[in-house]
């Protein structure tokens, strides 16, 4: 028996639900999970399905989607979880984000494998080598097209499929997110979309905020505007000063971020028209 | 079209959630929206599904339902979402519980009936008469069986389905809470399993909590141990003194009571050996 | 024994509180409560402290404070707590902050005297009747200037010391802002500085934010920019609707307004430099 | 200039805000933060105090409290800053609480040192010596006098101010609680006072909570009923299995253990009658 997540998002109509849960019946999936939202707002269906299936049961549902896919404006991907999601973790020098994925992996928390750990600097290196995980040291460049080539080479030999940017504190070009679209996923030390950009803690602390956040999203073009995954928040002492939001801060990060990491690895996250759902 | 709500639970097995949606698209319903969770640890099937449908089609599920019960150890129900469960509300003087529903519910955020408010004092009686909910005055007695006969008789003639208690402050005996099992409400004003019983707020700022909550549950025999539907907390000034503990409860209490109250009506409550699940 | 409290904001330096203190001992006060902060990021001395005073004392005290203000740059003020602070409630038609905020006060948890609803419809001209509060209907107006003059006779009239939007749905000119400067509070109902003007639920959903929140503020000139008082926030469901985000965000609002209020009446709100501090 | 903080509690009684601060002004101190409380519920009075002075101005400080201390039952002490207390961390075999405490430490966050790591299983042996702080294995034994005369004797070789329970498995003596009281901080995997004992995840999900949290607490003869240092709460999913709260309870565990830690360094812990006050 192997496990499989299905995704599936389209215009709603009668008979989603009835109809996919035919098409896995008939193949002779057994159905371990199923969360199914319908965004009212706009009209939408979304659909997350973990199955269990014998031999190449999976091949058989996959025709019968396809088939169904032009008729239903079908959006829909199947992911099989013995195979596990390769992860590329980008760093400069801060690592309280890095230590708590990699911590959180070795406890057996996040079922994916860190196929390599890019900085711009090289002090992280040695945390790599602690928890087996080779670094690359590709500095930052004027001209973003060289480090950006060198990421293209290391994401195909290492075969990543996901990049997160662990508190990695270089913008990317619209070219290099356009090219990885919604497989890069940022954390924001600011709740979005609010306190966007640079030093938003001192945004917060001259605006008299009360409660502050962090924001783990898609990388996109426009900065800081990618659709959200995760986002947390913790009342700040009203006598704090900017140092001590800054530090406040870091436990939010990376708790959110090692949050939407996780549910990315759970195939939890849908895209649509510029937000994220999460099922 | 008639809107329905199916609650379904049972022992996991293969198969049950295609069943299930099977019995629904054969008689012509249209599924809103499904929820469905299988708690690994006790390996039990919890669905909710809202479905959709013409004439007495809701005759035929039920019946396909009956039908496959004792094979599958279902416990099943159908909710018709068109008659509104009416709810009496048992009070004692404090009101900021009762006022906080009744105007939820005039905003069109509960949908539910108000049968009677129950106060073993009259100083709410007004409150009733401005809201247009009948008041009854049911004075406690050492002999719990004269108010609870009376209660009964309320019940029966206000065609109450539900007794929620926004904050009375009387025991009911072990043989009404077990004669209206699951279908009394209460609000603790305290974070259960912590600070059961009388003054909890002096039990919390004696012990120096940091954070104070309020627990909505079903009331059973074990005073304060029913299964429990919704709990909120917040985090409290060190300085606060005992009184500022009441008065920072009484906002919690209010909007948990609301929520589980709404949860109720929604029909997203089940109950399985002595605990929620919530879908 | 009177009851009075000082506050206090300057430049930082040495012996401020040894000062302070010394004053208020002199004059024969007993301080009861004290909370001193010193922001480092911008140099600056806060001070509150609630004193008792037999007599005429205050004045001894607002003598020598007086005397040594220009030297320290001192901003001080000195409230008589038997005095109690009269507030407008400025309404359209939505009633949730302005039933918590009437609730709270009869259950004695606002020290202050409502001295009139304003309301721009009529529909809660009944709530004022009664909780025993004179309403007044000021219909809205594009010549900003008629209502805003119906506003300064009835502040006047109703001896009002601060104005509160308790979702009064209209924007005050600037002109009248900057005459009742800080002594307009308003609810907006968003996480400022995110989600500025109209419809912050919807704006909210387009993003798929993961918390909401509500914002307690000074009115200013800038729209939802005045200094912030206090915040809230909340968890939303991922399947919220707009339509529900609405409805929970009532719950915020509401909670945040009047935790706003009370900050206010408790005298624990300074305006320094375009953010408040809270002591 | 040094750095001093002065706690001083008693029973309340007026003038002691100018008394005290008269003390230190005296003696040429500059008084840089002062917080203050009077817990009215039972009379007492405490307050902290950060003062800076030149020499040994200091020692007229203590002079001066000595004398006023039995007139006014002060209790007081009078911490030097520049002198950094020392930890010794106790684990077993988990390590979120241990790295978390680690990395604040050496990004400057807690100031204080780690005198040592003892461990009664040797697996995170390796954890001490990438971060530079000796490990000592003390194996656990049904006689507890002989771990806990081992424990004494490496808290008398390495100086160690305070134990840091970061996740130890084990119960210490009455003898041994008592004889180092309020200088052992335990982290307990439960919103106490629910949920004391073993398995603290497990109890919470049988009862279905929809919160969980953790508490940092002084270790006292009875377990897990010490005074509170820290809480703090994170809502579950509804469909959270054990497993899956034991791992969201470690972020809950981490941040609260870091957060008491820091707390009784920045010496804002009080224990006055069985409960914590912080300033």
């Given at each position: 028996m192997s496990r499989y997540i299905l995704q599936i998002h389209c215009p709603d109509q009668p008979g989603l639900i009835a109809g996919t849960t035919q098409v896995l019946a008939k193949a002779g999936a057994n159905i371990v999970d199923l969360t199914q939202h319908t965004a009212k707002d706009i009209n939408t269906f979304f659909l997350r399905a973990v199955f269990e299936i014998e031999g190449d049961g999976e091949e058989e549902i996959k025709k019968h989607l396809e088939t169904l896919a032009p008729h239903l404006q079908l959006s829909w991907k199947i992911y099989d979880t013995s195979k596990k999601e390769r992860l590329a973790l980008f760093v400069s020098k801060t690592d309280h984000c890095l230590y708590d994925l990699l911590l959180k992996h070795r406890d057996g928390?996040?079922?994916?494998?860190?196929?390599c750990i890019v900085g711009n600097?090289?002090?992280l290196a040695a945390v790599g080598g602690s928890f087996g995980v080779p670094f690359y040291y590709v500095p930052s460049n004027k001209d973003k097209d060289i480090p950006e080539n060198r990421f293209r080479e290391i994401i195909a030999e290492t075969n990543t499929d996901t990049v997160i940017l662990a508190r990695y504190m270089q913008i990317l070009s619209a070219k290099f997110t356009e090219e990885f679209k919604y497989r890069i996923i940022n954390i924001h030390h600011g709740f979005l979309p609010a306190f966007k950009g640079a030093k938003p803690y001192h945004q917060a602390w001259a605006k008299g905020v009360k409660i502050i956040g962090a924001t783990a999203h898609f990388a996109t073009e426009d900065l800081d505007q990618g659709p959200i995954i995760a986002q947390d928040v913790q009342r700040v002492p009203e006598t704090a000063s900017i140092e001590e939001l800054v530090e406040l801060g870091k436990d939010i990060e990376k708790r959110t971020l090692s949050s939407a990491v996780k549910l990315w690895l759970e195939h939890r996250v849908f895209v649509h028209e510029g937000r994220t759902f999460i099922l």
């Open positions: 928390d996040l079922p994916c494998e860190f196929s600097h090289t002090d």
